[in-house]
Each structure stands twice: as C-alpha cells, then as structure tokens.
C-alpha cells in the first residue's frame, strides 16, 4: 500500500483574529510555528518517506510545509507550489471577523456561505490584480469567489494529474494545504455526498494519513494526534 499525508496549515493571524482570508495572504502566528512543530514530530514518529511534497502559493502553507519538512528530516524532497491548491475564495467577506458577519446577515446565511458545498460568497466587484506570485498562469484563474464546489473544480484535476499518478507508482506523498482545499479533496477521496460534507472539520495541523490500494482506494485512515 502507498501513504497520502494531508496536512492543513498551522494557526494562521486570520484564524487568530477569526477573520476570513481566503487567497489573502495571513502569516502563521506564533502558535501556528508552534503546531506546526508539533505535527512535524508526530509525522516524524511514523517513519514514512515521501517522494514530493504538494502545497498552495499561500505563505501560511508554504511556512507550514517547511517548518514538518525540517522536523521530518526530509526538507530535500521536491516541494511542489500550485494555485490549484489555495484555499477557497471568500469574495466580499475576505478580511471580515467571521463573528460580525453572523450579526449582520445571520448565522443561517453564514453557516451556508462557510460550509455548504455549493453556495458562493459575496462576490468581489472584480477579480484582484495579477500578483507576481500567479504569472506564470492566466488571469482567468483569478476567482471573485468561490464555493467549495467550485473549488473542488481547481482541486481535484490537481490530484488525478499530479498527485494520484505519483502514487499509483508507489510514491508516498505529502500534501501541506488549507482546511476547504483539504475538505474538497477529502469528499472526493472518501465519496461523501454534496449534504454531508458540511459536518466535515479539518483541524489546523493534525495530519490525516491514509493507506491506499492499487487502485487507490482507502484501506485505512488515522489522524495524529497527541
């Protein structure tokens, strides 16, 4: 069997302040080094050598991604940064204390906005400037929002082009991401329908280690823990 490691990002300045972020940039607080840390030593403690690892263009996960790398032992392994993994799109609420926005539109309408599979924020009047960090692909990937299934639609060619050929030939990976980009990507692991996948939580560095098949199919699941 091959291991796939998944692994959301540690406590973020925006997770901190309870403020939405999405494509913004947020830096890892000092709990967040700390908890990175930390899921490194767990990770370390398993023995599993990777092959690559796979991360957003996101400094919260690419601090992340360095911070389990070093602790692991493996920080020479390809580090692969792609668009395609950044975490979901809030539109409008980006920079908004998640708390306020429950006074002002209510917590039934944040509660779909946060966690249904197809609803979609309030849009950006346009989409953000052409970062230096996103030139080597279209503006056309720019998002003015994004619900979690128009994520998944970025997501998921991601992992059958990338990642599932790498495992397919045995090649155990590591993906350092964001919680709605791993949410997307463990509905389609684990087949959970459109309703349920709103009761799925994705803590902030607790890695998630599956055992997969020939075929890659889930034999087994486990989340480190302390």
Excluded: C
Aim: hydrophobic content about 35%.
């Amino acid at each position: 069997m091959v291991k796939l490691v998944i692994i959301r990002h540690g406590q973020s300045l925006a997770n901190q302040l309870n403020e939405y972020t999405g494509w913004t940039d947020s830096p890892l607080t000092a709990q967040g080094r700390k908890e990175a840390v930390k899921a490194g030593k767990l990770l370390a403690s398993t023995q599993i050598k990777f092959f690559q690892l796979h991360t957003s263009m996101l400094s919260r996960a690419i601090e992340t991604s360095y911070i389990i790398l070093d602790q692991i032992d493996q920080n020479w392994i390809p580090i692969k940064k792609t668009w395609r993994l950044n975490e979901r799109h809030y539109g409008a609420l980006r920079g908004l204390n998640k708390d306020k926005t429950r006074e002002i539109y209510g917590k039934k309408q944040v509660a779909l906005w946060r966690r249904s599979y197809s609803t979609v924020p309030p849009l950006l009047s346009q989409p953000d400037n052409h970062q230096r960090r996103y030139q080597n692909w279209p503006e056309t990937i720019l998002p003015r929002a994004e619900s979690l299934k128009m994520a998944s639609k970025r997501i998921i060619p991601y992992w059958q082009d990338r990642i599932a050929p790498e495992l397919l030939h045995g090649k155990n990976q590591l993906i350092v991401a964001h919680g709605s980009t791993l949410r997307a990507l463990i509905k389609y692991l684990e087949n959970i329908d459109d309703r349920s996948i709103d009761g799925v939580e994705v803590e902030n560095a607790v890695p998630i280690i599956y055992d997969l098949d020939n075929r890659l199919q889930i034999r087994h699941k486990l989340e480190l823990s302390s």
